[in-house]
């Protein structure tokens, strides 16, 4: 590879981050409404409104909501409930299920709970109804489906104090009771759609990818044909994540395929393959999914692991920081030179991935169009090995908008640089809400004691003890990444170690005899003070292109973001130890 000009990088990277900057941030995006919004997967089953009492209320069954579920089960507390709007459990999986959808971690420590319910994923990076399947097999393993409540929204928490207990209501006109409740939202859950002017004037088909019309485009989830789409000429709005897989399962079977692009995502090799039965079997030996989820993240930036199990494009770029932070002189040993340590690396793997676009892509203009000039972690790595060749077909087209994204939508089809592309089909791959305020996000309010709104208590920002505690909402856990390990390439751990802990934070709870826990107010003020002492984990994170790592560019979520100064593997080390101790200290019990 030829010398690299650090600066002139550095600079193609702030042209490109001006060009997308916006005043409006999140509220550029509007949620599904009407007809998009309709669940294509399950019907709705009547049922009467529950007006009982459980000890534990779970809201949302994905994987935070089963991994807590799980957990509670293995201590012999059976007496929860799970309440999920979905018809199934499964959270983002049970949504996504448009065609060659497919995690970008490996299976072997995304997909949680493989060792208990002793499966072996198919193939490294395991598709979509795949995982499905395996969450549903978590739910029968721990005997969890006649404990949910589905295609039912939270739509409000209020703490009753003199009973000790929070009363938990939903648009199904439940009202029930629960003395914890355990919140497992996730950050992937709400759909947003783009606010392009005209986006309901279309007259064609519409829909979003996470409520994809199989009855229109033929197939399944499953990779059976899209075969009702031959005369379509079908329009994809986003290049994130979700389109760098929909893009190369849509191209080989539409007339035309028109891709609207206003930031390319970075999109290295996945190498996927299938695992092998007798090599599974030689590796799973008792405790094997939690060393590999200790070894991953070890292998992330600032880890200590001198063998990399997963050996992924996650992991390739941690090695390479910490080869160059290892071969910096004593004097270079400040955090400026692990700074500058942690670019170098980035710009030379983001080079890499700009010059694989060369090699594959054959259109030199489609090629340029495609290379993302950003820090990589300023927005969601993507990994796959069929998206750019899919621009080599010739009925596939990028539509690059030079940063300013599509202009409006019309009856006929979408209007980018001036031209009218007409369409019979049109597809929003343009992704969940995740920068927006939590009890907006989460669709419900959250009053704990003294009347205190979870609204205003983070007006300003998310307050919370290792994420997942709030001081004034006794018996309410989060169960979530931000404020705790904040390990944005691999969730499920984050969420593995908080169900263990809010289990064992209940379970104890109860054999002491107490009615109530809660996290002290000096404990979350410390909490908070340590967290604004790390320095950004993101290379270039001031300057980062607008995406939903950043709040569309405009950071200002307060401590929301924040993550353990230490690094995620530091803090599972910590977590371990703070709930070995058994004293669980800055909680208080009564």
């Known amino acids: ?112 709970l493989l060792e208990e319910t002793g499966y072996m994923p198919s193939e490294k990076y395991a598709h979509g ?10 739910a029968h393993h721990f005997d969890l489906s006649d404990k949910a409540l589905f295609h039912t929204v939270v739509t409000d928490l209020e703490w009753d104090d003199e009973a000790a207990r929070w009363i938990v209501r939903t648009d199904r006109g439940d009202e029930f009771t629960a003395q914890f409740v355990a919140m497992g939202t996730g950050p992937l859950h709400v ?52 389109s760098v897989q929909v893009v190369p399962s849509l191209a080989p079977w539409v007339e035309e395929l028109y891709v609207f692009q206003r930031t390319p995502s970075s999109v290295d090799v996945r190498d996927n393959h299938p695992i092998d039965p007798e090599w599974f079997e030689s590796i799973a030996t008792p405790g094997w999914q939690q060393r590999w989820l200790e070894n991953f993240t070890a292998n992330q930036a600032m880890g200590t692991a001198e063998e990399d199990l997963v050996q992924d494009g996650w992991t390739d770029v941690s ?25 170098e690396a980035d710009i030379e793997k983001m080079s890499e991935i700009r010059a694989r676009i060369d090699d594959v892509v054959d259109d030199p203009e489609t090629a340029d169009a495609l290379k993302a000039w950003y820090w990589q972690f300023c927005k969601r790595p993507c990994f796959h090995d069929e998206y750019l060749d899919a621009f080599n077909s010739p009925n596939t087209h990028l539509v690059d908008t030079n940063g300013q994204g599509v202009e409006r939508v019309t009856p006929a089809g979408v209007v980018a640089g001036g031209r009218e592309y007409e369409l019979d089909c049109l597809i929003f791959a343009s992704g969940f809400e995740v920068g927006t305020a939590y009890t907006d996000r989460a669709g419900f309010e959250v009053t704990g004691r003294d009347g205190r709104r979870l609204s205003e208590e983070w007006r300003d920002g998310m307050r919370t003890m290792q994420g997942t505690y709030v001081h004034g909402f006794p ?65 270039g994170a001031g300057g980062c292109t607008p995406g939903y790592y950043n709040n569309e560019g405009q950071p200002g ?32 019990f009564s």
């Open 1 to 112: 590879m030829p010398t690299l000009d650090n600066d002139a990088v550095k600079s193609r990277y702030a042209q490109e981050r001006e060009k997308r900057l916006r005043a409006d941030g999140n509220a550029q995006y509007v949620r599904l409404a009407g007809d998009l919004a309709t669940d294509p997967y399950e019907p709705m089953v009547e049922r009467p409104p529950c007006r009982d009492h459980v000890t534990v209320a779970i809201v949302g069954g994905g994987f935070a909501g089963l991994l807590t579920a799980s957990r509670l089960s293995e201590l012999g507390l059976d007496d929860f409930r799970v309440v999920e709007k979905g018809g199934g459990f499964g959270g983002t999986w049970y949504w996504n299920r448009y065609p060659g959808v497919q995690c970008d971690t490996a299976s072997m420590v995304y997909m949680p």
């Open 319 to 343: 090695r390479r920081i910490r080869d160059l932070i290892a071969s910096l002189p004593p004097e270079k040993m400040t955090r400026e030179g692990f700074a500058n340590a942690f670019q």
């Open 191 to 242: 759909a947003k759609l783009p606010g392009i002017p005209g986006i309901q004037s279309f007259e064609g088909h519409a829909f979003h990818t996470s409520r994809w019309d199989y009855d229109y485009t033929g197939g399944d989830a499953r990779g059976a044909p899209l075969d009702n789409l031959g005369d379509k000429r079908v329009g994809v709005i986003g290049t994130g994540a979700t």
């Open 475 to 539: 018996n309410a856990f989060l169960v979530q990444p931000f404020q705790g390990g904040n390990l944005i390439s691999n969730i499920p751990h984050n969420l593995v170690e908080a169900a263990r802990t809010i289990a064992m934070i209940v379970a104890h709870t109860l054999e002491g005899g107490h009615s109530r826990v809660e996290v002290s107010a000096e404990a979350q003020e410390d909490w908070l003070a340590l967290l604004r002492s790390a320095p950004p984990r993101v290379a």
């Open 557 to 588: 979520a307060g401590d929301f973001v924040g993550g353990y100064p230490g690094g995620p593997q530091r803090y599972f080390q910590y977590l371990d130890d703070w709930r070995s101790t058994g004293s669980f200290d800055g909680l208080e």
């Open 129 to 138: 109804p795949e995982i499905l399947d395996h969450c549903e097999r978590i």
